[in-house]
């Protein structure tokens, strides 16, 4: 008895066409005929980017604020006072689109500010930063208010 060769599924071999089949079975009803072990995968991957592009923002904004807050550098403020307001912005969207990621964004702060710490003392040795954030860790705060002008 010979074994059918190996196929391989169309959501490994062209993952845009899967997709394009995933939506039109969806828009159908045709529910029998999904790639449901996937198409769960590929839900959840979703999350955990949000999730991931929360995380790693964060950390971006901590350390641009840290920067601004303790480094008295008037040719550098205007570029992290750029970046501050970019990965703001974007963390607004994202929350923005899904509200329930506030919550993710309190939990992984103790995190993200660790990262950040670490990454601006190996940059600036000579300066002394906070071991813990001293300013407010409200997300409305940390995407709105100037700490550097108060």
């Known amino acids: 008895m010979t074994q059918a060769p190996y196929q391989i599924s169309l959501y490994d071999s062209d993952f845009a066409l899967w997709i394009e089949d995933v939506a039109v ?16 995968e590929e839900i959840e991957s979703l999350g955990r980017s949000d999730k991931k592009e929360i995380k790693s923002r ?37 929350l923005e689109q899904s509200p329930s990621l506030k919550i993710y ?15 601006v003392r190996e940059d600036y ?3 002394t930063f906070p071991d813990r954030w001293p300013l407010s860790q409200s997300v409305d705060d940390l995407l709105s208010i100037p700490f550097w002008a108060q």
């Open 25 to 40: 079975k969806l828009r159908a009803r045709d529910f029998d005929r999904i790639d449901v072990d996937n198409l769960v």
């Open 58 to 94: 964060l950390t971006t904004l901590l350390a641009h604020l840290l920067k601004r807050l303790y480094i008295d550098s008037a040719y550098d403020n205007r570029g992290w006072e750029l970046t501050i307001r970019e990965q703001r912005k974007e963390l607004m969207l994202l």
């Open 105 to 119: 964004f309190a939990e992984v702060f103790a995190g993200a500010y660790g990262i950040a710490l670490a990454e």
């Open 125 to 127: 040795a000579k300066v």
